[in-house]
Nanobody, 116 residues
Framework: QVQLVESGGGLGQAGGSLRLSCAASGIIFSINAMGWYRQAPGKQRELVAR???????TYVDSVKGRFTISRDNAKNTLYLQMNSLKPEDTAVYYC??????????WGQGTQVTVSS
């Protein structure tokens, strides 16, 4: 079955860094565009960053210059390097295909909390 397992979250300080990982199974990872999504308290889930099967990337304006999405197709793993963290980055972060509607499932996510 399809599984998406996020890890690497935790408590960070403003200006600090975290590296998130997503281990995917049950999909042909290399041919799928992938994305990182986040959901903050009281907010709807939003797409933060995406990466095409060919490696091109797109970011929401609020994280441009701070976050980097990457993929390792040999390991079926997606990464999100988060630098210069801000309190408003606090959210549960999820990985999925892009568009996420292709899979219709979500993993447990990983909590990122950034203190000021």
């Amino acid at each position: 079955q399809v599984q998406l397992v996020e890890s690497g979250g935790g408590l960070g300080q403003a200006g600090g860094s975290l590296r998130l990982s997503c281990a995917a199974s049950g999909i042909i990872f290399s041919i799928n565009a992938m994305g990182w999504y986040r959901q903050a308290p009281g907010k709807q889930r939003e797409l933060v960053a995406r990466i095409s099967s060919g490696g091109s990337t797109t970011y929401v304006d609020s994280v441009k210059g701070r976050f980097t999405i990457s993929r390792d197709n040999a390991k079926n793993t997606l990464y999100l390097q988060m630098n210069s963290l801000k309190p408003e980055d606090t959210a549960v972060y999820y990985c999925n295909t892009f568009p996420a509607t292709k899979l219709r499932i979500w993993g447990q996510g990983t909590q990122v909390t950034v203190s000021s």
